[in-house]
C-alpha cells in the first residue's frame, strides 16, 4: 500500500519539477536576452534579442509570486557567466526557432499574393 502512495506522489510531483526546471532555463533566456539587447551593436541582433525577452517572458507561469520570480531569476543568475551566456542564447534561439517551425508545419500554405495573369482573348476568326 505504502508503494501506490509513493508512486502516486511521484506522479503528482514530477510534473512540478519539470515545469521548475523550464521556468530556471525560461530565466536564463530572460537574462540572456536582456543582456544581448543592451549589449548588440547591430539592429538584427538586437530585435532577434528582444523577441527571445518577450518569448520567453510569455512562458513564466502566471501563478508565480515576486519572491518566488525573484529566487528563480536570482538561481538562474548565477548559472551564468560570459563564458556560456552565447551558449546559453544560442540554445535559447534554436527552440523559438522550433517553435516557429513547428507552426509552420500545422499552418494552411499560404496564398500567393500576387494577382494572376490576365487571359488573353483568343480572336474571333471569320
Not at 74 to 94: F, H, I, Q, R, S
Not at 105 to 113: E, G
Amino acid at each position: 500500500m505504502k508503494l501506490a502512495h509513493i508512486a502516486i506522489g511521484v506522479a503528482l510531483l514530477a510534473p512540478a519539477a519539470t515545469a521548475a526546471a523550464q521556468s530556471q532555463n525560461d530565466a536564463k533566456c530572460i537574462l540572456v536576452a536582456t543582456a544581448f539587447a543592451k549589449s548588440s551593436k547591430d539592429a538584427n541582433s538586437q530585435k532577434a534579442a528582444e523577441l527571445a525577452y518577450y518569448f520567453y517572458l510569455g512562458r513564466i507561469g502566471d501563478g508565480m509570486s515576486a519572491a518566488q520570480a525573484k529566487t528563480m531569476f536570482d538561481t538562474a543568475g548565477k548559472a551564468l557567466t560570459n563564458e556560456n551566456a552565447g551558449p546559453t542564447m544560442d540554445a535559447c534561439v534554436k527552440t523559438i526557432q522550433a517553435r516557429m517551425t513547428l507552426l509552420q508545419s500545422i499552418s494552411p500554405p499560404a496564398q500567393s499574393t500576387q494577382p494572376a495573369p490576365p487571359t488573353q482573348k483568343k480572336p474571333e476568326g471569320r
